[in-house]
T-cell receptor
Framework: DAGITQSPRHKVTETGTPVTLRCHQT?????MYWYRQDPGHGLRLIHY???????DKGEVSDGYSVSRSKTEDFLLTLESATSSQTSVYFC????????????????FGPGTRLTVL | AQSVAQPEDQVNVAEGNPLTVKCTYS??????LFWYVQYPNRGLQFLLK??????LVKGSYGFEAEFNKSQTSFHLKKPSALVSDSALYFC????????????FGAGTTVTVRA
């Protein structure tokens, strides 16, 4: 999976508890992304980062926050987990092509299955 | 707003037969188009992309896709399907004005029977 690890791989938690998911890459790619995968919706972008301490919201960012203090790590935090956040979470990385155009493919981690009871 | 549609939830074919997975997009301008495949309990794997140039793009595992601007389509094809091609396939689109963020279709489950 292209030098990308996610931890934990599985987690069960209770409503109202904070949860942090970690994505670690060894590829030194500039861009990192967090997606959630739900049946019938494909993958939806939660947040992304275009460099250390540079992050931005995706289409389903409510209830989530992120941090990127190092190139290799991108953390996703659910401040107070809800049952609607039960999902499979994927991290992805990409690197802009030379010349700055960012039409390069993304590489995905193995995913974290999160269940909120 | 950019979006991508995969009109078929499931595609079933016999091994050795041609496989087509459909994708249409709705963006203005020149989109960048991608196909990914997901095997059970795995992350997504990149198959191929169209950025510019030849409308027929060849990718991994014998797959190819044809960009058709007039029909706003980017269908994935394989001339002779294998049982091992059974997986979930996603089409995705990005656009420069949206910071190249990917928008994914809902996915198509492909089952190839022996």
């Amino acid at each position: 999976d292209a030098g990308i690890t996610q931890s934990p791989r599985h987690k069960v938690t209770e409503t109202g508890t904070p949860v942090t998911l970690r994505c670690h890459q060894t590829e030194n790619h500039r861009y990192m992304y967090w997606y959630r995968q739900d049946p019938g919706h494909g993958l939806r972008l939660i947040h992304y980062s275009y460099g250390v301490k540079d992050t931005d919201k995706g289409e389903v960012s409510d209830g989530y926050s992120v941090s990127r203090s190092k190139t290799e790590d991108f953390l996703l935090t659910l401040e107070s987990a809800t049952s609607s956040q039960t999902s499979v979470y994927f991290c992805a990385i990409s690197e802009p092509l030379s010349g700055g155009e960012h039409n390069n493919e993304q590489f995905f981690g193995p995913g974290t299955r999160l269940t909120v009871l | 707003a950019q979006s991508v549609a995969q009109p078929e939830d499931q595609v079933n074919v016999a091994e050795g037969n041609p496989l087509t997975v459909k994708c249409t997009y709705s963006v203005s301008g020149n989109p960048y188009l991608f196909w990914y495949v997901q095997y059970p309990n795995r992350g997504l794997q990149f198959l191929l992309k169209y950025i510019t140039g030849d409308n027929l793009v060849k990718g991994s595992y014998g797959f190819e896709a044809e960009f058709n601007k007039s029909q706003t389509s980017f269908h994935l094809k394989k001339p002779s399907a294998l049982v091992s091609d059974s997986a979930l396939y996603f089409c995705a689109v990005s656009y420069p004005s949206n910071d190249y963020k990917l928008s994914f279709g809902a996915g198509t489950t492909v089952t190839v029977r022996a």
